[in-house]
């Protein structure tokens, strides 16, 4: 088993920029495809965004494509998500998962198929 951390989330307005970082121990994620999700109060947690084990596939929901960009540094052991532009809508508790399951190039949105998760970071941000 993984054990995730999430760090970097904060206060920040509207238009502002956080960075998220998601670090592994206990197990080395650099073959694991790796995603990160969140959830607003009174909402259901939503997929963000994915990456690949390998880096080169990545995946974002609609809502912040463009905005937002998932990266890895596999020799860190660490997950990033770099948020920009951000709106009072991407306003919710952001957590990381690890996904044991596909191969080199595979990702997934399905919270379901994700093994491990973080404890989530709050991102706040005020209009």
């Known amino acids: 088993q993984v054990q995730l951390v999430e760090s970097g989330g904060g206060l920040v307005q509207a238009g502002g920029s956080l960075r998220l970082s998601c670090a592994a121990s206990?197990?080395?994620?650099?073959?694991?495809?790796m995603g990160w999700f969140r959830q607003a109060p009174g909402k259901e947690r939503e997929f963000v965004a994915a990456i690949s084990w390998s880096g080169a596939i990545r995946s974002y929901a609609d809502s912040v494509k463009g905005r937002f960009t998932i990266s890895r540094v596999n020799a860190k052991n660490t997950v990033y998500l770099e948020m920009n532009s951000l709106k009072p809508e991407d306003m919710a508790v952001y957590y990381c998962?690890?996904?044991?399951?596909?191969?080199?190039?595979?990702?997934?949105?399905?919270?379901?198929?994700?093994?491990?998760w973080g404890q989530g970071t709050q991102v706040t941000v005020s209009s």
């Open positions: 998962a690890a996904d044991r399951t596909r191969g080199r190039d595979g990702i997934t949105r399905y919270e379901y198929e994700y093994d491990d």
């Open positions: 206990g197990r080395t994620v650099s073959q694991y495809g």
